[in-house]
């Protein structure tokens, strides 16, 4: 499951695109995912910047987090395109009541499902070894595409994490 996400990018984007993550706070079901994806690309068909196409792609995975992505080898990003995407992900958290944009709550994968843990509790967590250096953390703080595929799902102890416990 984790080995084959970077499958699902598009292979066209530049390296350094532009990526967004929005962390659910709940697993989206198959239904909901389907409709996100949907909502997803038409919002990155018609996405544009002072009037030029971004070159976009937005999508969910393992139904819990939606990834946006921007190429700007074309058109930069500007302010406006941001806000038009937050837009959108306002618009999902309305329709499917869901918050995606707690930073507060951490994603690992534990017994092979994504567990959300919050950042308050995470010491206690790996103290109790509920999660150790090795567990798996879903990093949504890169930036682009390269870090993406390289740098988003990877054990606790490579993460900005492991300076406050291990």
């Not at 395109?81 to 959108?88: A, I, L, N």
């Not at 992900?89 to 959300?116: G, P, T, Y």
Request: charged share 25%; aromatic share 12%.
């Amino acid at each position: 499951m984790l080995e084959t996400y970077t499958d699902l990018l598009p292979l066209d984007f530049n390296t350094n695109s532009r990526v967004w993550i929005y962390q659910s706070e709940r697993a989206f079901t198959e239904t909901e995912t389907n409709q996100i994806n949907e909502t997803l690309v038409e919002f990155t068909t018609q996405w544009t910047s002072h009037g030029a196409k971004i070159k976009g792609f937005g999508k969910v995975f393992f139904n819990q987090f939606i990834v946006l992505m921007a190429d700007e080898t074309a058109s930069q990003v500007s302010g406006c395109s941001t806000d038009s995407s937050v837009r959108v992900i306002k618009k999902i958290e309305e329709d499917f009541h869901v918050s995606l944009f707690n930073r507060q709550l951490l994603a690992f994968m534990l017994d092979d499902k994504i567990q959300l843990i919050p950042l308050d509790e995470a010491k206690n967590a790996y103290e109790t070894n509920t999660i150790h250096a090795d567990t798996l953390y879903f990093n949504n703080t890169i930036l682009h595409k390269k870090e993406f595929e390289e740098n988003w799902v990877i054990p606790l102890k490579n993460s900005w994490l492991q300076k406050r416990f291990i």
